[in-house]
C-alpha cells in the first residue's frame, strides 16, 4: 500500500486526466490527487512540472503532498482547496464587489510576481485555477517543504 489511498470523489477532469480526493494513509489528511494518463502527456513534461511544483513555494500557491505512478497513470498529490474555486463562487454570487474581489485579486498576483521573480511564467491563469480559501487559514509549508526556487532558477 503506498502513502495515500485514492477516493471516489471526483473534483475535475482536463484533457489529460481527472482530480479525485484522496487520503495521507498515516495522518488521515485530504488531498488533491492529479491522476495523468501517460499515454496522453509525455511523462518528462510531468516530471519538468512536479519539479517545478516542488520548487515553488508560496502560501498563493498550491502545494505538492507527494507523487507516484500506478501502471500508465501519474499521481501528483498536492494540498486540497476546500473552499473550491473561485469561479464557483463569482457564478453562484452573480458577481463580486470590487470590495469582495480585491483579496483574492492581491493573492493571484503576489502568487505570479514569485513565479515571475523565479524565472516562471504560468501560461493557462484562469479564474477557475484560483481558489477560495483566504490568505490567514493558510498553513506556511516553507518549513515542511523543500527549498525555494533561487531568482533565475527553473
Same mark, same amino acid.
Given at each position: 500500500?503506498?502513502?495515500?489511498?485514492?477516493l471516489t470523489s471526483e473534483l475535475g477532469a482536463g484533457g489529460y486526466g481527472k482530480v479525485v480526493q484522496a487520503k495521507?494513509?498515516?495522518?488521515?489528511?485530504?488531498?488533491?490527487?492529479?491522476?495523468?494518463?501517460?499515454?496522453?502527456?509525455?511523462?518528462?513534461?510531468?516530471?519538468?512540472?512536479?519539479?517545478?511544483?516542488?520548487?515553488?513555494?508560496?502560501?498563493? &500557491?498550491?502545494?505538492?503532498?507527494? *507523487? %507516484? !505512478?500506478?501502471?500508465?497513470? /501519474?499521481?501528483?498529490?498536492?494540498? #486540497? +482547496?476546500? $473552499?473550491?474555486?473561485?469561479?464557483?463562487?463569482? &457564478?453562484?454570487?452573480?458577481?463580486? *464587489? %470590487? !470590495?469582495?474581489?480585491?483579496? /483574492?485579486?492581491?493573492?493571484?498576483? #503576489? +502568487?505570479? $510576481?514569485?513565479?515571475?521573480?523565479?524565472?516562471?511564467?504560468?501560461?493557462?491563469?484562469?479564474?477557475?485555477?484560483?481558489?477560495?480559501?483566504?490568505?490567514?487559514?493558510?498553513?506556511?509549508?516553507?518549513?515542511?517543504?523543500?527549498?525555494?526556487?533561487?531568482?533565475?532558477?527553473?
Amino acid at each position: 500500500m503506498g502513502e495515500f489511498t485514492l477516493l471516489t470523489s471526483e473534483l475535475g477532469a482536463g484533457g489529460y486526466g481527472k482530480v479525485v480526493q484522496a487520503k495521507h494513509n498515516a495522518t488521515g489528511k485530504l488531498v488533491a490527487a492529479k491522476l495523468i494518463s501517460t499515454g496522453r502527456m509525455k511523462l518528462a513534461a510531468i516530471q519538468k512540472e512536479v519539479r517545478l511544483m516542488q520548487q515553488l513555494i508560496h502560501p498563493n &500557491i498550491i502545494g505538492i503532498e507527494g *507523487t %507516484e !505512478e500506478q501502471g500508465k497513470t /501519474y499521481i501528483i498529490y498536492m494540498e #486540497l +482547496a476546500t $473552499k473550491g474555486e473561485l469561479f464557483s463562487r463569482v &457564478i453562484n454570487a452573480g458577481s463580486l *464587489t %470590487e !470590495e469582495l474581489a480585491r483579496p /483574492y485579486f492581491t493573492e493571484l498576483m #503576489l +502568487a505570479v $510576481k514569485y513565479m515571475h521573480e523565479h524565472g516562471v511564467v504560468h501560461r493557462d491563469l484562469k479564474l477557475v485555477r484560483a481558489t477560495s480559501r483566504p490568505l490567514q487559514q493558510r498553513q506556511s509549508r516553507r518549513q515542511q517543504r523543500r527549498q525555494p526556487l533561487r531568482p533565475g532558477r527553473r
